[in-house]
Nanobody, 120 residues
Framework: VQLQASGGGLVQAGGSLRLSCTAS????????MGWYRQAPGKERELVAT???????TYTDSVKGRFTISRDNAKNTVTLQLNSLKPEDTGLYYC???????????????WGQGTLVTVSS
């Protein structure tokens, strides 16, 4: 399974960006999809996740500003980032939990990271 992310960039505070990530390869069953971010000098943190049934979770700092969605037919997860703040700056990684068969365990796959920079 390969993940290709896109959509990062430089934006002023209060602006918006849209991140997308598409999974390709030998895909059998994707469970959760999500986005994580890593700010300079900090550990990677969860931003948002969405299950195959559409249930979403968000870290508190992005609630009401970011929206995660997915297209199961296209194996794509999207993160809409609104009202961006300088503290949202970081590398954003998409994550997919996938299993290769009904008898396999789920494992995590990661995209290459896309940079989001929010200027004040």
């Amino acid at each position: 399974v390969q993940l290709q992310a896109s959509g990062g960039g430089l934006v002023q505070a209060g602006g918006s960006l849209r991140l997308s990530c598409t999974a390709s390869g030998s895909i059998f069953n994707i469970n959760a999809m999500g986005w994580y971010r890593q700010a300079p000098g900090k550990e990677r943190e969860l931003v948002a996740t969405i299950t195959s049934s559409g249930r979403t979770t968000y870290t508190d700092s992005v609630k009401g500003r970011f929206t995660i969605s997915r297209d199961n037919a296209k194996n794509t997860v999207t993160l809409q980032l609104n009202s961006l703040k300088p503290e949202d700056t970081g590398l954003y990684y998409c994550n997919v939990r996938h299993r290769a068969s009904l008898f396999s365990s789920f494992r995590d796959y990661w995209g290459q990271g896309t940079l989001v920079t929010v200027s004040s």
